[in-house]
Nanobody, 122 residues
Framework: QVQLVESGGGLVQAGGSLRLSCAASGTIFRINAMGWYRQAPGKQRELVAS???????NYADSVKGRFTISRDNAKNTVVLQMNSLKPEDTAVYYC????????????????WGQGTQVTVSS
């Protein structure tokens, strides 16, 4: 079982910055990809950014050039640096661990954090 604990959400004015962190704990052999999703009221959850264990990144078009995702494989942590925030970035942000294995022979599973609120005021 893997637990994901997020931190760093809050309230910021438009144009400001926030840094979201997520730490995975438990019995972990490897996590294939870690990422951040967000869900605004009345909307579906969407991918914000993800990063593989090899360092390949993927960003939503709406955040390219403003957000940066990074990962520490040894510590099983992922960080989302969010700059030039806009009111439309307001949402609950969820950390995701995809393809997490407890052992080398373990089945891969996906895990989610509890979510952290990001509010950007205009």
């Amino acid at each position: 079982q893997v637990q994901l604990v997020e931190s760093g959400g809050g309230l910021v004015q438009a144009g400001g910055s926030l840094r979201l962190s997520c730490a995975a704990s438990g019995t972990i052999f490897r996590i294939n990809a870690m990422g951040w999703y967000r869900q605004a009221p009345g909307k579906q959850r969407e991918l914000v950014a993800s990063i593989t264990s090899g360092g390949s990144t993927n960003y939503a078009d709406s955040v390219k050039g403003r957000f940066t995702i990074s990962r520490d494989n040894a510590k099983n942590t992922v960080v989302l640096q969010m700059n030039s925030l806009k009111p439309e970035d307001t949402a609950v942000y969820y950390c995701n661990a995809a393809g997490a294995r407890a052992t080398v022979y373990g089945l891969p599973r996906d895990y989610w954090g509890q979510g952290t609120q990001v509010t950007v005021s205009s």
